[in-house]
């Protein structure tokens, strides 16, 4: 399987993969809109909203091949966590209440955990952990504000599944090999499940 990233300058155009086109739009150094396609069909579109101070402060998508309709409300703390709320249905705006929950940060922006409830019961966390080398992701303008994008700015190296038990479920890790600039040319994922390797991916980066 390839993927390929176009671009223009240092802002994101398309991700492309099997059939699948992922197309993003900006205003000024925001991104405002990504549309997905598979082949000619538009799948989804999703739009964000930012605040007066550049954050994200909801994300509205329509999902057209069931006229379904999802937004998302974020809220900063000043303990710089980041809580937010799903909503869900087929009115504009979208009115039933789903998953809530917070997303904590690394000291250098990437996500650290989010734990997630729904009608205020806790129900899943992940957790994850990342090298201080540079994620591929790092300079595309806007990539970074959108709130539950992973590896803004570094790889992950791992990530933690837990249940409603706060048992873990699955876990997976990544190894890396790095160019001389510090910016991954392959990485292995290995996935678990109760302790056992259950799937690996091998990704090779061309720049």
Do not use: W
Not at 27 to 34: A, C, E, L, P, V
Not at 178 to 194: G, H, I, R
């Amino acid at each position: 399987m390839e993927t390929n990233f176009t671009y223009n300058g240092t802002k994101l155009n398309t991700i492309t993969v099997e059939g699948i086109r992922i197309e993003h739009f900006y205003t000024g150094d925001n991104i405002t809109k990504i549309k997905r396609y598979n082949g000619v069909s538009l799948e989804l579109e999703t739009i964000y909203d930012y605040d007066n101070q550049g954050r994200v402060s909801s994300e509205f998508t329509t999902f057209y091949l069931n006229d379904f309709l999802g937004k998302v409300v974020y809220a900063y703390n000043d303990d710089q966590t980041i809580t937010f709320q799903e909503y869900f249905g087929s009115s504009n705006p979208p009115t039933n209440l789903g998953d809530t929950g917070t997303i904590e940060k690394t000291s250098s922006g990437e996500i650290s955990q989010i734990e997630t409830y729904n009608q205020s019961a806790f129900s899943r966390r992940q957790t994850n952990t990342y090298d201080a080398k540079n994620s591929i992701f790092k300079n595309i303008t806007g990539y970074d504000k959108l709130p539950r994008k992973y590896a803004k700015f570094h790889n992950q190296l791992t990530t933690n599944s837990y249940n409603s038990a706060n048992e873990l479920e699955s876990n997976s890790t990544f190894e890396y090999n790095y160019n001389t600039n510090d910016f991954p040319t392959n990485c292995t994922q290995l996935f678990y499940q109760n302790g056992n390797v259950v799937n690996t991916v091998q990704i090779t980066y061309f720049y």
